[in-house]
């Protein structure tokens, strides 16, 4: 079954933008992580954040995770076009085998 | 070096027809996995496999046998392929299951 759901399901801004994509779960995690897919391309890590942190930044991204609330948000600053891509948040469980269950992704458009 | 690579890219075939994916990875990473992305963008866990040996099986047709030679290969063989397995698969990696994946470029699979 699905665990994470992202909103909004499509982002539209202008390049400087900041662009703020949400998302929430079901199940106890071990960690979130997000992805970037490029159209026709493989999906690209991001930025993991554990069930013990509460933000994390790398570059013009900024994560944070709210383990009460189920949710977790990724800011991209300063947003530029090539940062169009669809984007997805991928729950990591806890358990030994767990797997990453992935939600049904963003799309954001950043337009020149 | 490509990280995880995935053969063919593109894969059109008959229905009925019988077809495999190649997955290999550089990582030295010791957990492989194949997802599904439908034509909605969602991505869903088929398989994974830790070592050589399978620890997620989703609901999947037993037309789909996964096989795993050594840790750095995991390929699918499907066989009396359908319309709906139309979709582009994904192999992808990651150390133990609570780091991040390294995706493959993904197959588009088109069933005729």
């Known amino acids: 079954s699905q665990q994470g759901e992202e909103d909004p399901q499509a982002l539209s801004i202008q390049e400087g933008e900041n662009a703020t994509m949400n998302c929430s779960y079901k199940?106890?995690?071990?960690?979130l992580q997000w992805y970037r897919q490029n159209s026709g391309r493989g999906l690209v890590h991001l930025i993991l954040?554990?069930?013990?942190?509460r933000e994390k930044h790398s570059g013009r991204l900024r994560v944070t995770l709210d383990t009460s609330k189920k949710s977790s948000s990724l800011l991209i600053t300063a947003s530029r076009a090539a940062d169009t891509a669809s984007y997805f948040c991928a729950t990591g469980g806890t358990g030994a085998n767990s797997k990453l269950t992935f939600g049904k992704g963003i799309t954001l458009s950043v337009r020149p | 070096d490509t990280a995880v690579s995935q053969t063919p890219k593109y894969l059109v075939t008959q229905m009925g027809n019988d077809k495999s994916i190649k997955c290999e990875q550089n990582l030295g990473h010791d957990t492989m996995y194949w997802y599904k992305q439908d034509s909605k963008k969602f991505l869903k866990i088929m398989f994974s496999?830790?070592?050589?040996?399978?620890?997620i099986n989703e609901t999947v047709p037993n037309r789909f046998s996964p096989k795993s030679p050594d840790k750095a290969h995991l390929n699918l063989h499907i066989n009396s392929l359908e319309l709906g397995d139309s979709a582009v698969y994904f192999c992808?990696?990651?150390?133990?299951?609570?780091?991040?994946?390294?995706f493959g470029q993904g197959t588009r699979l088109t069933v005729v």
């Open positions: 992808a990696s990651s150390q133990l299951t609570r780091t991040e994946a390294f």
């Open positions: 199940t106890s995690i071990n960690n």
């Open positions: 954040i554990r069930s013990n942190e």
């Open positions: 496999y830790n070592n050589k040996e399978l620890i």
